[in-house]
């Protein structure tokens, strides 16, 4: 029986639609359906319902399971056992916050995959959040700690946002020495009812703004505002304390403290990607301790 079949299987019984399974498994997700028609046939039985929501195991797909999931257990016992010198192998999916994913893992997860050429990543640095239950990743870098599922949890590290505004603005506008003065300024945020965390909820202690002069979903885009003169906004200092035209606004009380967590599910600590790739993240939390909340 093929392998690869039987791979494929187990990724649609784990995910429920072809297009999450595809993702997993680096291919289309016409090939997917393929493969798993090609085992049906050889089964003699149909292993999945097709419906509106995805894919449900039939009665014999549910006795197939246990027997495939073996199989799995025991190909990863070969790969773990496999020389040292060969590192690790295969794809892992990274989900990360945007600004975090983007500035802090692009580079270092690319010296990664110069270090170990026979592993792949593929890098989610979206704005929102990103969950494991649906395999939408394979290790999630997260503002909040998960609280179910089987998976492994540890804090990454925390850093630290502030108050920002660019140079030019801030001489040609009130000065800014007590929160009360943020009343003449106008701000940049996040759009209330699309944020993804209630971590991000932090403009309100400051000053409740009367009036924002741009919202955004993106940390990227609300960054870019401030550059332009926009206003004021709360941005992360390893984001903004590098861009020389932009200064903090109140930095003795617009502090604001939050933890980056990590987490992957508990089925997957053996792979030696996984492992590879979940030690990695941890040395950069720790390498970029100072970057992350600078003094």
């Keep these: 029986m093929d392998w690869d079949n039987l791979r494929y299987f187990l990724e649609l019984a784990r995910t429920g639609t072809l297009a999450a399974a595809a993702r997993r498994t680096g291919v289309e997700h016409t090939t997917v359906a393929r493969r798993i028609q090609a085992l049906e046939k050889q089964m003699g039985a149909p292993l999945f319902a097709r419906e509106a929501a995805g894919h449900r195991l039939t009665e014999a797909g549910r006795h197939l399971l246990p027997a495939v999931e073996a199989m799995e257990a025991a190909v990863l016992g070969v790969e773990s056992a496999a020389p040292a010198n060969a590192g690790p192998s295969g794809l892992v999916r990274v989900g990360a916050t945007e600004g975090f994913g983007t500035l802090i893992l692009a580079p270092q997860l690319a010296r990664l995959t110069q270090r170990h050429p026979h592993l792949s990543i593929d890098l989610l640095a979206l704005p929102r959040m990103l969950h494991l239950s649906r395999r939408e990743a394979d290790i999630v870098i997260s503002l909040e700690r998960p609280k179910r599922g089987s998976v492994i949890v540890t804090k990454l590290a925390d850093y630290q946002l502030r108050l920002y505004g660019q140079r030019e603005y801030l001489a040609r506008r009130p000065l800014v020495a007590s929160r009360e003065d943020l009343r003449h300024h106008d701000f940049i945020s996040y759009v209330d009812d699309l944020l993804f965390s209630k971590e991000l909820q932090f403009i309100d202690e400051l000053y409740p703004p009367e009036r924002f002069a741009l919202r955004s979903t993106s940390i990227t885009a609300q960054y870019e505002a401030v550059r332009a003169g926009a ?58 301790g100072a970057r992350l909340v600078p003094r």
């Design 231 to 288: 206003g004021l906004a709360v941005l992360p200092a390893f984001l903004a304390d590098r861009d020389p035209i932009l200064a903090r606004v109140l930095p003795h009380e617009a502090a604001f403290t939050r933890t980056f967590w990590m987490s992957m599910p508990a089925e997957a600590k053996h792979q030696a990607r996984m492992q590879a790739v979940w030690s990695f993240l941890k040395e950069v939390g720790a390498k970029e």
